[in-house]
């Protein structure tokens, strides 16, 4: 069952004639992980601050067509309305930590505490998200002293917390180094598997070709392609005709098979790798 469509989408920005994002036509189901790739200026941030409703209601603009999340209009409906269905994760993670709080625990209770949240049951979702993301090591500590990653997974759970049905995570990782980068995508993989809506946009495909469900394109403001993501993340030609660098995966295992030393399918993941790597050293 879809919990997000868009309905030949389109949206420009006020005092610009050209459109952001055009005629975009998608489902995204319930419980999918859904990725959306594509080069700079495609228009990928816009597609997940519509999902938001951030379109029209704080940057102002014109739409045209709908777009309906888990049954509410985007346009019609309060941002207030829109936030208790989905969760927004940007790009720097200290951008969203609000201060309130002098540890991790009273970070995370912030929101409920807006909400006019009991006390009890405070307490039992912070304590239940402190453990579904692995915050207990620093749950007493500043969330500014923490580590890019970590302060990643706070900003991730104080989304999380307030129990929306879809998580939008728009380049949660561009700002991390790489060990910081993979302690949020293991947190999103963890996330997958509970069943949550997941709509991540990222460059990272290395890591998106390990759990999404399906892969979206965006280039020159339109979607290019949906499909299964092995079927668009081992699409070379496709990837190179919108901007896109495959996985080095794919790549080297596109160089063995034109050079006859492999003869398998054009490799995505890590696992994937290391079969292909095996079958090449049994000849």
Same mark, same amino acid.
């Given at each position: ?43 990928? %941030? ?14 102002? $603009?014109?739409? #045209? $067509? ?32 609000? $201060? ?16 006019? %949240? ?94 999404? #469900? ?35 995966? %794919? ?33």
């Amino acid at each position: 069952m879809a919990i997000v469509e868009f309905k030949n989408f389109s949206w420009n920005y006020s005092g610009y004639r050209s459109k952001v994002l055009r005629n975009i036509n998608l489902s995204i189901n319930k419980g999918e992980f859904f990725g959306i790739i594509g080069g700079v200026g495609s228009g990928r %941030t816009t597609f997940c601050s519509a999902i938001m409703g951030l379109v029209p209601h704080l940057y102002p $603009g014109n739409i #045209d $067509g709908e777009l309906i999340v888990d049954g509410l209009n985007t346009e019609k409906s309060s941002m207030s309305d829109l936030s208790t269905r989905v969760g927004l994760i940007m790009q720097s993670p200290d951008t969203q930590l609000t $201060g309130a709080g002098m540890n991790v625990e009273e970070e995370l209770s912030f929101g409920l505490e807006n909400l006019g %949240t009991p006390r009890k049951e405070m307490i039992k979702r912070v304590k239940k998200m402190i453990k579904l993301i692995g915050l207990e090591s620093f749950k007493y500590r500043n969330p500014f002293e923490l580590s890019g990653g970590q302060q990643q997974k706070v900003a991730i759970a104080s989304v999380l917390i307030m129990q929306p049905e879809i998580l939008v995570l728009d380049e949660p990782t561009a700002q991390l180094d790489p060990l910081g980068t993979t302690l949020v995508f293991n947190l999103i993989k963890k996330l997958a598997r509970k069943g949550i809506t997941i709509i991540l946009n990222t460059q990272k495909i290395d890591y998106l070709a390990e759990f999404a #469900d399906r892969v979206a394109i965006l280039n020159d403001n339109e979607i290019r392609k949906v499909g299964k993501t092995r079927e668009v993340l081992t699409d070379i030609n496709l990837l190179k005709k919108n901007r896109i660098i495959s996985s080095d995966f %794919t790549q080297l295992s596109n160089e063995l098979i034109n050079r006859k030393l492999y003869k398998g399918a054009l490799c995505m993941t890590l696992n994937d790798a290391k079969e292909m790597i095996s079958k090449v050293k049994r000849g």
